[in-house]
């Protein structure tokens, strides 16, 4: 699904060079649940970055559905992101000033789909992750799991084949963090390949299959 | 995609309130001066009815005040006397000069039915006409041959003939000075009819206009100025000897001799200025705003950068994210001039300016005042628009 082979990413500023990534070899096969695990500033969220195409890798090559990744012109990265892959943050990242609906169904924006279909959609992915008396909401009128769940829904709109999610328990409660790490698996089960960054060794556990970075290195 | 834009919007109204009102303000200022230059653009295109090219004119000062008697024999000497100069091809007499502020406004009524009309009007000698190259549309200039009329003889514009006479030939026709039956009522009669007579000048505002036959012979007041037609090529310094042969006629009175083109430039400064005063201001306003609004903007996107990480992480292009900031500016700014628009619209249908701000001027005045107000709108987003663009996905994500 989403092979990665050598791949290096440093950060440069004006006086100081920082080896984010060395020599990264990964597989990410289709259907699984990968767990990326790490202590912080070990460069987890950077994998997962250049796994989703946020970010261009210094060195080596990255395969998407078998396809090398060449060009990291802005629209055909653009067009792999909203397609292949669907993101899920620590801090929900939604617009407060949008309704839950509203929030859901932006991926679809940055599709040529009719109004209608767009809202059919997230109407579905609301329902999918339990949301659908909420559509009308605000997020700040929302818990914390709840937001995390409006976040997956716009994640999943889109039908990507991969979820990316960024540490999604990191700022919910345990019983919250229960609740997301249940929908991720029953995602996954649906057939929806899930990569997770994660502290958390128990939910890490959860997933099939757990690879761990350190000082910008896969060892395990 | 618009819908999603809107929304936002609309629900940051409280926040958006104070640089609403504040662009709203600024597109009232630039459609105020945007109608006054347009409408002065419109009065400058019309024609006034006189050439004032190689006229002069003289002003008559006496040493005291008090009402002009007729002195028919200075009026003759000055005609004769000045006419016999090389220089001077005709001389006229008038009430007052075109291109001064003075103005003679009475009203005029149709002898049978009493209906008034006002209009502005002045005497003229027989001479006026041919010294200022006027075009007659009907009829036919007064002249000595009316002199001993009983009825004053008078030219009227175009615009007083179709008001007092719609659909009627208004020469030979007849009007009262006065209320019909009133003691002080005399009576004109119209011998021609001119296009247009704007004596203040091309800003001046066209109206109705009677130009009444000033006769040296029989005229019961004097008039105080001298128009006199100059021959090609006759300079400035023309001016000393003609003041040396006024005095040489009559002493006793001064006479102030100015060209009619140094009083036309004297008289578009006077209307002018105060319009480039109100631009200057107007644009110093609008720098304010511009500068205000690129403040609110760069703070707005600032705080919504990882709003736009999450949009990039979600399909958006870079190019998508700078459309975005622009054309969310251009709904504000529009939200502010529709708010104005719904406000302005209602000065030309309340014809509370009159024909000074007519539909023309209003539809050009809204053109030019949206398109400077949107280029503004635009010019300040663009920056801010392409700094959000230029971001990485993942440090606008990480931003805090």
């Known amino acids: 699904m989403i092979r990665l082979e050598n791949i290096s990413k440093t950060y440069r500023t004006d006086k100081v060079e920082t080896l984010a990534l060395k020599d990264i070899n990964l597989h990410v096969n289709k259907g699984e649940f990968l767990s990326i695990m790490g202590p912080s500033g070990c460069g987890k969220s950077t994998l997962l970055n250049l796994i989703g195409l946020l970010d261009q890798p210094g060195a080596g090559t990255i395969s998407v559905d078998g396809a090398a990744v060449k060009s990291y012109r802005d629209k055909d990265v653009a067009q792999l992101r909203n397609q292949t892959f669907g993101f899920i943050f620590q801090s929900f990242h939604l617009i407060n000033d949008l309704q839950v609906i509203d929030n859901v169904e932006l991926p679809l924006l940055y599709r040529s789909l009719p109004a209608r279909e767009r809202k059919q959609r997230a109407r579905e992915a609301l329902e999918r992750v339990g949301l659908g008396a909420r559509m009308e909401h605000y997020p700040n009128q929302l818990s914390g799991g709840q937001q995390q769940r409006v976040a997956i829904a716009r994640a999943i709109v889109g039908r990507p084949q991969v979820l990316l999610a960024d540490e999604p328990t990191g700022n919910l409660d345990s019983q919250m963090g229960g609740e997301v790490m249940d929908l991720l698996l029953r995602l996954n089960q649906e057939g929806t390949t899930v990569v997770m960054v994660t502290h958390d060794e128990r939910e890490a556990k959860r997933g099939s299959h757990i690879v761990r970075v350190f000082d910008g290195q896969l060892v395990s | 995609m618009f819908r999603h834009l809107l929304k936002p919007l609309w629900k940051r ?260 200025i105060p319009l480039i005063v109100l631009s200057v201001i107007a644009a110093f306003l609008l720098l304010m705003v511009a500068f205000g609004l690129f403040g609110v903007l760069w703070q707005n996107t600032t705080r919504r950068i990882p709003e736009i990480g999450m949009r990039r992480a979600a399909g958006a292009t870079a190019l998508q994210i700078y459309w975005q900031i622009v054309v969310e500016q251009l709904l504000l700014s529009s939200a502010a001039m529709a708010v104005g628009l719904i406000l302005l619209v209602q000065l030309p249908i309340t014809g509370v300016f009159g024909d000074q701000l007519n539909w023309a001027v209003f539809l050009i005045a809204v053109l030019v005042s949206v398109a400077l107000m949107a280029l503004v709108s635009v010019v300040c987003a663009l920056y801010p628009a392409w700094r959000a663009s230029r971001m990485s996905p993942t440090e606008a994500l990480r931003y805090e």
């Not at chain 2, 009026?75 to 000069?97: C, N």
């Not at chain 2, 075109?98 to 006002?118: C, I």
């Not at chain 2, 009133?182 to 203040?200: K, P, Q």
């Not at chain 2, 019961?220 to 040489?248: A, C, D, W, Y």
């Open chain 2, 13 to 272: 109204k409280s926040r958006n309130l104070m640089l609403t009102l504040e662009l709203l303000l600024a597109f009232i200022v630039v459609f105020a001066i945007a109608a006054a230059s347009t409408r002065y653009y419109q009065l400058y295109s019309l024609p006034t009815g006189f050439a004032h090219e190689s006229v002069w004119s003289v002003q008559m000062e006496r040493a005291q005040d008090g009402e002009l008697s007729n002195e028919s024999a200075l009026y003759d000497q000055l005609k004769r006397s000045l006419e016999a100069m090389p220089e001077i091809e005709r001389v006229a007499f008038a009430d007052f000069s075109p291109y001064v502020r003075a103005t003679w406004q009475s009203g005029v009524y149709l002898p049978d039915s009493g209906a008034e009309m006002a209009t502005d009007m002045m005497h003229v000698s027989d001479d006026f006409f041919a010294a200022l190259d006027m075009d007659l549309q009907q009829g036919q200039w007064f002249s000595s041959s009316d002199e001993g009329s009983a009825e004053l003889p008078v030219v009227i514009n175009r615009r007083l003939a179709d008001a007092m006479f719609p659909g009627q030939d208004a020469v030979g026709k007849r009007l009262s000075e006065g209320a019909p039956g009133s003691d002080n009522s005399s009576m004109l009669r119209i011998t021609g009819v001119i296009g247009e007579f704007r004596n203040h000048g091309e800003l001046m505002t066209p109206g109705n206009f009677i130009l009444k036959r000033f006769s040296p012979l029989s005229s019961r007041h004097g008039v105080s100025t001298l128009l006199l037609k100059l021959r090609p090529g006759t300079g400035r310094i023309f001016e000393v000897r003609l003041n040396e042969q006024l005095k040489l006629i009559r002493n006793d009175r001064s006479y102030r001799i100015s060209p009619l083109t140094d009083l036309r430039s004297a008289i578009l400064g006077e209307s002018i």
